[in-house]
Structure formats: C-alpha cells, structure tokens
C-alpha cells in the first residue's frame, strides 16, 4: 500500500496541511523552521509499528492517511476539559470513540466531570467504513524511516551480544548499529538466493544461465550502483564474499564501519531499499542530503527506484541538487499546502 493523501489538522493550533502525494516521488520543501521535518515525522507517527513516541503526534489535532484500495489510518488528540470534548464529537465523528471511551470510565467516577481536563490521543484504522485492527494494517503497509544524522548510542539500548563484542574493539554510532543490523539481513538476503538455487537443483529442475542471471539480478543492480557512487571517492565494492568489503586504491579492504559518513549512510539507504525485495515500500527520509557529495544527491533518487521501482519516496530538503528538473513536478512547498487555522 501507497499513501495517496494526507491531512493534518491543527498544526501547533495554527495550520493545516492538505497533501496529495503521488506513487513514486514525493519533495517536501520549505524554510528552515517551517515546520516540513514536523510534517514528515507527524505522517510515520501514527503509521505502524509506531517508531516514533505517541506523544509527538499531539503536535497536531487530527491526522488523517489515506492509502490505496479505500484503507485509511485516523489519529485525534484532544487537550482541554471533558465538556468541550464532548462538544467536538457532536461536530466531528472521527471524536466519537475517544468520547465514548473517556465517557465510560468516568462513569464509574464520583462527582463532576464537566470541567474535567483531558490529555488523551487516540488511533482507528479503516478500510472503507469498516474499522479494522492494528494488526491487518501493519500487514498492508511496509514502511522505513532513514534518520540522517549519526549520534552515539543510547547506553541503554539492548545490544546484540556479536554487536556489543565489536562495540568493545571500536566507539560505534547508531549509523553503525544500523548498518550493522542491515549487513546481518543482508546476509539473509544472500543465503535465501542460494536456498532458491539448492531447491531447484534438489527437484531435478533445470539451472540455467538465465534463471540465475535473474535470480541475482538485484543483487547485481545493488552492486552496481555502489560501485559508482564508491568509484567517485577511489573506493570498489567487492562482493565475492556473503558480506561486501571495501577497497581502497592501494587495494587494502576496510570495514564498513571506516567509512566516511556520508559513504556509510549510501550503503544504508540502498541496502535498506534492496532488501524490500521490489516490494510496495514508503521510504521517509528527512533531508538526505546531509553528509552526501553534490554528484550523489543528484543521482540519489533515480538510483533508490532502480533498486526498488514500487517504492514511494517522502522527502524533505533544501538541496537544490535533489530539486533537479527530472524532480520537479514531484516538488511541493509547504506554504502552498498550509492553511491557516479558522
């Protein structure tokens, strides 16, 4: 599933946005603290599985996805008394089932509730009319959100015991945890193409040159495109092993946790798009062009859907080299889908 429209009602009280989005690319555009990086994270919010804490959507009102095939997710947030509450579900039904809930526990509560104030978010999902659960909407939409900018980690985060025994030879970031979690897929990825290739072979059905060339074709546009975005920085990919190593012009191989930031988070946002296996996939990024070369930022879109043609890009930046003329009838302003608040 794609998102085909998005509605945000009550931004900071004071806007609303009205955004149709197409099925490929989508630039959200804007100066700088005029809110397009709130916008992004208010969308994957409230989209399962939940990334972000619930609390940032009480940035808005109300925040309403439409995707295809009539399947909608629907998020209100409500902070004043119980009355006037009750007074905006008489206006809005998307209030309804936040009224009722409260209505019904406070019932059970002594005294006045009138002027009773209420700090309380709540989410439905639809497809048409008819409610459906968390569950079978999580199962209809396949979503990554690609933080840009590298931090240390969390010391309380759970680590992985193969993760916190490399963590002790070298400081890592959480680019590198996340690269490091990738690659462990990535191997996945790489073994399960084999698995296809022993199957076949155990049921005496035919290999031949072309079944294999297909089988691994995206493994080999995934090495290809790395290699000419590395090429520029005197770096090869070498992918004769389960996991990529690099290589300097010397012909010395690195890790990849030696390379530049900017090479780690290309390595990422592809690895990341490959292993979606051409699936339907909504990729958020917020402004990629952070830590990339100019030549990069300019192929970056174009490469993401040669790798994976069904992914949905939402993208916010100022790069002019991602606004290049192949882009720009995907490029909106946010003044141009921001209203103000009546």
Known sequence: ?????????????????????????????????????????????????????????????????????????????????????????????????????????????????????????????????????????????????????????????????SFRELKKKRPLTVMDKALFDSMEQYSFYIGKLASNLESRALKGRTISLSFVKDLYAQKHLFAEVLNDFFKETGKTVDFSEPKPSFVLSSGKHISMYDLSSGEKQVLYIFLKVLLQEKKDYILFMDEPEVSLHIDWQEKLIENILRINPNCQLIITTHSPSLLNVKWRDKTVNLEKIKTDVR
């Open 1 to 161: 599933m794609k998102i085909e429209r998005i509605k945000i009602e009550g931004l900071w009280h004071e806007f609303n946005i009205n955004w149709s989005l197409y099925p490929d690319v989508n630039i959200l555009v804007g100066g700088n603290g005029s809110g397009k990086s709130t916008v992004l994270d208010l969308i994957h919010t409230i989209m399962p599985p939940f990334r972000m804490g619930r609390f940032f959507s009480h940035k808005a009102e109300k925040i309403t996805i439409w995707g295809e095939n009539d399947y909608k997710i629907e998020c209100v947030n409500f902070d004043d008394s119980f009355l006037n509450l009750e007074k905006k579900a008489k206006q809005d039904p998307s209030y309804n089932k936040l009224y009722e809930d409260i209505f019904t526990d406070l019932k059970k509560k002594e005294g006045s509730v009138v002027n009773l104030a209420i700090d309380a978010s709540f989410t439905q999902f639809f497809h048409g009319e008819k409610n459906i659960t968390k569950h079978l909407m999580e199962s209809k939409i396949n979503v990554d959100v690609i933080d840009t900018l590298d931090s240390p980690i969390d010391e309380d985060e759970t680590l992985s015991s």
